[in-house]
């Protein structure tokens, strides 16, 4: 098994680059790599195509939206189904350079989510593929920049600890998980409880007595939740204003987003916002454009 593992290095991927290199790619089963390994940190999201994920010695079948990201040194593959074309994009950072982020960055955040980020596989909504992918783009204009490479990480830290933050639970019906996964993505959350009741296929009592019994939770509530969270990132990561926030999200008043936004974060818009420009300074500035854009196209 050991010869069957193929070696790449940071030279062979980042083609000279210092901080970091995107590669968009595609691969079948006739150009799967194999089981391979490298001395970098591979961030690679899935936009088609299906097949199997192996690393750390785990399987996981995937079906598009897949987000992977390697720990240097780790044996994996991606292994396409038969008659199975990859569509796919991945960043290669030096691992150096990933781990003098985490350090500099990530040092006071909970231990829980700086493990994840160092190393796991999930399942991504079409929204948060879309996002990876403007990101990409922008990474690539800022051409090898170590502040550009900060921003997107610090931006996909963001994005995986608000997925852990509110995973659901395993025992859920496929039905209701898949219309709680679906009511995340920010064309649904302004449309509210009647795009979930439509997505559910139910009726609304019956809607009810099961958020109640696996979440503890209204619909409601559920989707309001998720609505503030979209606003906190789009208040980190983004140019629009507090009111237009709220109706991004929405909240068709604006009063009562901010009252809802202060019992979840115990601070207003404003004063998150104000906070989060201080630790993050100027790091943030550049994907604000990309945010924005990506709020306007939902």
Partial sequence: MENAVTEFSEESH?????????????????????????DFVEVLWIRSGEG?????????????HLLFISRPNE????EPARNSTIDFSYVAIPG??????VRDCLSEEDEFFRGKFGGMSMKLSSFETAYLDRAASELVWQNDSLMAVYRFLINLYWQIKSVFASALPGNMPDWLSDACQRIRNPENLALGLEKFREICGKDMSYINRAMRK?????????????????????LATSSFSTGEISEICGFSDLPYFC?????AF???????????SQMGGDAHDGSRAVAQEAARKR
Avoid: Q
């Fill in 75 to 78: 044996v994996h593959v991606i």
């Fill in 259 to 263: 009252r809802k936004f202060k019992e």
């Fill in 266 to 276: 115990d601070s207003t818009p404003g004063a998150y916002r104000g906070e989060y």
């Fill in 214 to 234: 696996y979440l503890n939770c209204t619909p409601t509530e559920y989707i309001n939740g998720a609505r503030l969270r979209y606003a906190k990132w789009l």
């Fill in 96 to 101: 150096g350079v990933f781990a003098r982020f």
């Fill in 14 to 38: 980042l083609k000279g680059n210092k901080y970091f290199r995107v590669v968009h790619g595609k691969t079948d089963k006739s150009r799967c790599v194999g089981l391979h390994r490298h």
């Fill in 52 to 64: 199997m994920l192996i690393s750390g010695g785990k399987e996981r079948y995937f079906s598009r």
